[in-house]
């Protein structure tokens, strides 16, 4: 699972970038912003996996599908405004804010969870 979830953060951020250089041309200045705020979620999740090592499977397990989650689901989002052809931006702000909402709620939760049932084993 963790080499599959690892495979799709890569894919999902790299598909991503290119979906947003073919919704359009932005000024430089927005291109880099943009380019800053698509990739913050995956960024953030590859930053999270490297920490994983000490948490409990439980939680590393919901890390590996929030990956996947937010690899599809971004894809999905992004693929749809380019090929509707209606290219609303507001996708490219919303999406990764939404990506970081489920990340900032799910995680800890997993992590809390996770730590709470191994204490109870270990009793």
């Keep these: 699972m963790q080499r599959l979830a690892r495979v799709a953060l890569i ?8 979906l947003m250089f073919i919704h359009g041309r ?7 912003l943009f380019t800053g705020w698509v990739l913050a979620p ?3 999740l590859a930053w999270a ?5 000490g948490w409990p499977a439980s939680s590393r397990a919901t890390l590996y599908y929030l990956m996947l989650l937010v690899s599809v689901g971004s894809l999905a989002v992004y693929g749809y405004d380019v090929a509707s052809g209606y290219g609303r931006a507001v ?5 990764p804010m939404g990506a970081w909402v489920l990340i ?5 939760i997993a992590i809390l969870a996770g ?4 204490r109870s084993n270990l009793r």
């Design 42 to 44: 995956f960024v953030g």
């Design 115 to 118: 730590r709470r049932a191994e």
């Design 91 to 95: 996708l490219f702000v919303a999406t």
């Design 11 to 18: 894919v999902g951020a790299i598909g991503s970038l290119a």
């Design 26 to 32: 932005p000024s430089v200045f927005l291109l880099i």
């Design 49 to 53: 996996d490297r920490r994983a090592a």
């Design 104 to 108: 900032w709620i799910v995680l800890p």
